[in-house]
T-cell receptor
């Protein structure tokens, strides 16, 4: 069964600190991996999207890495801000559903405290 | 219009009633997706359309659920004989056929079945 697992489930950090969120997936054959940010009560917003040939991609203070061999990804947030408080969701699509169904992880709830 | 819109944003209904949600995608996008998200979980795929054709339906989409996209523009999701287990956030997303298949999400419709 294709699955996406994220850790930790929740995380509290102080403003200005860095943090790293983890994602493991079993989706095969793999097509691409995305990280989304979802504020409470809102729809997810895309941060990065990586294909199997990419191993790192940055978007401002967000840097995602991908190891397609071990089927692991991470999202690193640098110099956190209060507005980074949100759920961060790892999303994978398989080769046969590149334009269709996405498989979502359960999310990591990040809380940035002053 | 710069994003995906959904209407209503919130809906409270009594068990057994029918409800209908609307999604207006980004105007040039030919693909439209429906997802369901329960509290503390990532979104789960329900169905998607390319233009007016419904290309895939999840097993989650029981016979009480029906989705349409009659003219390949807006879409409706109807739930008949609602049950308390239907309480969730219903998210709509759209994309254009392209190499990244980036999906842009709407704000969601929060359904509460009492």
């Amino acid at each position: 069964k294709n699955q996406v697992e994220q850790s930790p489930q929740s995380l509290i950090i102080l403003e200005g600190k860095n943090c790293t969120l983890q994602c493991n997936y079993t989706v095969s054959p793999f097509s691409n991996l995305r990280w989304y940010k979802q504020d409470t009560g809102r729809g997810p917003v895309s941060l990065t999207i990586m294909t199997f040939s990419e191993n790192t991609k940055s978007n401002g203070r967000y840097t995602a890495t991908l190891d397609a061999d071990t089927k692991q990804s991470s999202l690193h947030i640098t110099a956190s801000q209060l507005s980074d408080s949100a759920s961060y969701i790892c999303v994978v699509s398989d080769f046969y559903n590149q334009g269709g169904k996405l498989i979502f992880g359960q999310g990591t709830e990040l809380s940035v405290k002053p | 219009d710069t994003g995906v819109s959904q209407d209503p944003r919130h809906k409270i209904t009594k068990r057994g009633q029918n409800v209908t949600f609307r999604c207006d995608p980004i105007s040039e996008h030919n693909r439209l997706y429906w997802y369901r998200q329960t509290l503390g979980q990532g979104p789960e795929f329900l169905t998607y359309f390319q233009n007016e054709a419904q290309l895939e339906k999840s097993r989650l989409l029981s016979d009480r659920f029906s989705a349409e996209r009659p003219k390949g523009s807006f879409s409706t999701l109807e739930i008949q004989r609602t049950e308390q287990g239907d309480s969730a956030m219903y998210l709509c997303a759209s994309s254009s056929a392209g190499t990244s298949y980036e999906q842009y999400f709407g704000p969601g419709t929060r359904l509460t079945v009492t």
